[in-house]
């Protein structure tokens, strides 16, 4: 829910869904698996949230969900990026 109000300046909140799987929480635009906005890594003591940069992906050690608001930028222009094409 974090990412989606992230987005939401951006993008329709509503265009931005969820998808678990087995490794990490895909949080996805327009239900496409290949238009990630970000990952959530939870199945460790540390937890990562994955952001994505064009193709490259960074994962980001937080260590509460609060933390994710610190990469809220790098959330936004790949938001922004899936919005023009």
């Known amino acids: 829910m974090t990412v989606r109000a992230i987005a939401r300046d951006i993008i329709d909140a509503g265009r ?3 998808r678990d799987v087995k490794s990490y929480c895909a949080i ?7 238009k990630p906005l970000a990952r959530m890594h939870f199945y460790r003591k540390q937890w990562y949230l994955g952001v994505f940069d064009g193709e490259k992906k960074d994962r980001v050690a937080i260590s509460i969900l609060n ?4 990469l809220a930028d ?7 990026r899936y919005r023009a094409e």
Do not use: G, L, P
């Open 28 to 34: 996805i635009f327009d239900d496409n698996n290949i």
């Open 16 to 18: 931005v869904t969820f």
């Open 67 to 70: 933390d994710i608001y610190k």
């Open 74 to 80: 790098q959330i936004r222009s790949t938001a922004e």
